[in-house]
């Protein structure tokens, strides 16, 4: 290929350095008689080297992987995480989404300001920047900062709940001193002895395979090669479990379809992507309890005749990488993955990929996009995944939440699972409660459980103060009232009352937050992660922030009236027309808020 490099542009040696050994590090094996897969990472390695992605390292990146330029450029663009304008080797990530901002981002942004200058800038700075971002998934302890320091030996470091004297601080490269707080408060003594994705959060050494081991681990992965590929997925489809990540897809169905596949290889690839606001239940899991995500990836690859898997982790979580990673070279040197999976004759590995800062790569096709080295920008469908996925061959992927339910289903039986929850929602769930709770977390409650005990569990509204209203679902969720506090969750529950659960969110406003700054930031939110591809989604994200903002102003064009019903337009065309679910999601939680809690000028549903 004539690659038309950038004229007069090298790699400085350190710039080379990091992208040879990344290149090594991944073994460079093609795909599909292709480097072009490997894209990301070696962008990512360049950013971390010298803190942007500088037209010397875009070449260097190019020539070993046989990319054009203006390709590898559009892809680098394409990622919040990722630079292509020089940055200081210092930079912060301020969260100031929904959760964050209940919890006192506006502050905090103010400090950095006066401590740091305005956001992005760097000049008469002492080579350190800072930005506002989206979400960073630790919403449970905001506000959150995520700090990266590139150089020879790069560093990330999440703080929260932060200050601005430690970001500082971290930016400087000091070391900062952790608050850690209970992330799963059932796990606290006593721990709740009914929990089952949980039962190991806190008790277990993350980074031992041998303290998961003592505590029960293997023992799925042992008795699905007693039970064989056909034998599992006969237990997985008997537990009834549906999707975790929102779609609620029956998850033997598709274990099913991509075991019979006839096209080779099959790939697997676990979802770790979770991206929205409210959601930290897989970063949770990944951190606390990393070998019991690489057991179920391994026992699915098994069913499903899968050669090798990847784990997509959202870039935001430096931790969670870094325990998945150990876990991974811990199983592979035990001999739990690599061609001979704990001693049988089935080959199965792992790879892990970070993600680049793109809400869109939650959505499955966007994901396999970003994995082969391109923007994330989701496919048509059909084909679906189970049929052409990852490198155009029948892929299965879920999420870490769905895979993590597999041990229990292969140790007490398909059958024994779905006893468990209702008819209509096998199990239990996990729950991310945040905002204006006395004590947010991750909660795990069998399907069935009440809006009101979920609450009840993490101590009601903080300060007995009373609920406005609860997100439901996340950003692309639904907020409810006060009155539907004993709604029942579950996926048939909240369907019929015209809303959803989502990734699990329970986000709670008390009665002194301002919902319509709320309402605004979700529909910036959207507005700034479509990823552009198709004209409902890129138009009408931006159209429903512009209507908002206008009445928000008490400037309609027209009436108030007028501005409500081009609300619902706009949300109708996204709602039917998008390509994906984001812009079939985008105003849900914007139409929620008009219609049922009179926001903006709607009328409120009694």
């Known amino acids: 290929m004539d690659l038309h490099p950038i004229p007069g542009a090298a790699a400085t040696a350190g710039e080379r350095t990091a992208i040879r050994r990344a290149l090594e590090d991944s073994g460079a094996v093609p795909i599909n008689g292709s480097l072009r897969h490997l894209l990301l990472p070696l962008l990512q390695a360049a950013q971390m080297r010298a803190g942007w992605i500088s037209p010397g390292a875009l070449n260097e990146i190019c020539a070993c992987l046989d990319v054009a330029p203006a390709d590898a450029y559009g892809v680098a663009t394409f990622y919040d995480l990722l630079s292509t304008k020089k940055r200081p080797h210092a930079s912060a990530r301020v969260c100031d989404d929904i959760a964050c901002r209940v919890a006192g981002a506006e502050a905090l942004c103010a400090d950095l300001t006066r401590t740091l200058g305005p956001e992005g800038e760097t000049e008469g700075r002492s080579g350190a920047v800072w930005f506002r971002s989206p979400c960073l998934g630790v919403c449970e302890r905001g506000p959150a900062a995520l700090v990266h320091l590139a150089g020879e030996t790069p560093r990330e470091v999440a703080i929260a709940p932060a200050r601005s004297d430690e970001i500082v601080e971290a930016l400087k490269g000091h070391d900062v001193l952790a608050r850690h707080a209970i992330v799963a408060p059932q796990t606290a003594s006593p721990r709740d002895p009914s929990l089952r994705l949980l039962r190991r959060v806190g008790a277990v050494d993350p980074e031992s395979l041998e303290s998961y081991r003592a505590h029960g681990g293997g023992e799925a992965l042992k008795r699905a090669l007693a039970l064989g590929p056909e034998g599992i997925i006969r237990e997985v489809v008997a537990s009834k479990l549906l999707g975790r990540g929102g779609a609620a897809f029956p998850t033997g169905r598709k274990w099913e379809a991509v075991a019979k596949a006839g096209a080779r290889p099959h790939y697997l690839v676990c979802n770790a992507d979770e991206s929205e606001p409210g959601t930290f239940k897989d970063r949770v899991l990944m951190e606390e309890d990393p070998f019991a995500v690489i057991e179920s990836m391994t026992i699915a690859g098994v069913a499903a005749g899968c050669e090798r898997g990847y784990i997509y982790i959202r870039g935001e979580y430096p931790l969670a990488a870094e325990r998945i990673s150990g876990a991974v070279k811990q199983a592979r040197a035990a001999g739990f993955l690599g061609a001979r999976v704990a001693g049988s004759d089935i080959a199965f590995d792992v790879e892990v990929r970070r993600g680049g800062g793109a809400y869109i790569c939650g959505e499955e096709t966007a994901l396999f996009n970003s994995i082969e080295g391109r923007r ?55 729950f991310c409660l945040s905002g204006c709770v006395t004590r947010p977390g991750l909660y795990e409650v069998p399907f069935g459980a009440t809006l009101r005990a979920v609450l009840d569990l993490a101590g009601g509204v903080s300060g007995g103060r009373s609920i406005r209203a609860i997100l439901l679902g996340g950003a692309a969720g639904t907020f409810v009232g006060p009155s539907e506090l004993d709604l029942p969750l579950t996926f048939e529950g909240t369907r019929g009352a015209g809303a959803a659960l989502g990734s699990g969110v329970v986000m709670v406003f008390d009665d002194t937050i301002d919902l319509e700054a709320i309402v605004l930031r979700i529909a910036s939110f959207f507005r700034h992660e479509s990823c552009g591809q198709c004209v409902p989604c890129r138009e009408g994200t931006v159209r429903q922030e512009e209507t908002l903002l206008r009445i928000a102003a008490g400037r309609p064009a027209g009436s108030s009236r007028d501005e409500i019903v081009l609300l619902g337009d706009i949300a109708m065309a996204m709602r039917d027309a998008s390509i994906c679910g984001l812009g079939q999601t985008a105003a849900h939680a914007v139409q929620s808020a008009v219609s049922k809690m009179g926001l903006f000028g709607g009328e409120a549903r009694r």
Do not use: H
Not at 385 to 404: D, W
Not at 406 to 430: C, E, N, P
């Open 376 to 430: 994330g920008e989701p496919r048509n469908k059909p084909p679906f995944p189970v049929e052409a996925g990852l490198f155009s061959k029948p892929t299965l992927i879920n999420n870490v939440e769905t895979f993590v339910n597999v041990l229990d289903i292969v140790l007490l039986g398909g059958d024994a699972f779905a006893r468990v929850g209702t008819a209509g929602s096998s199990g239990t769930k996990l």
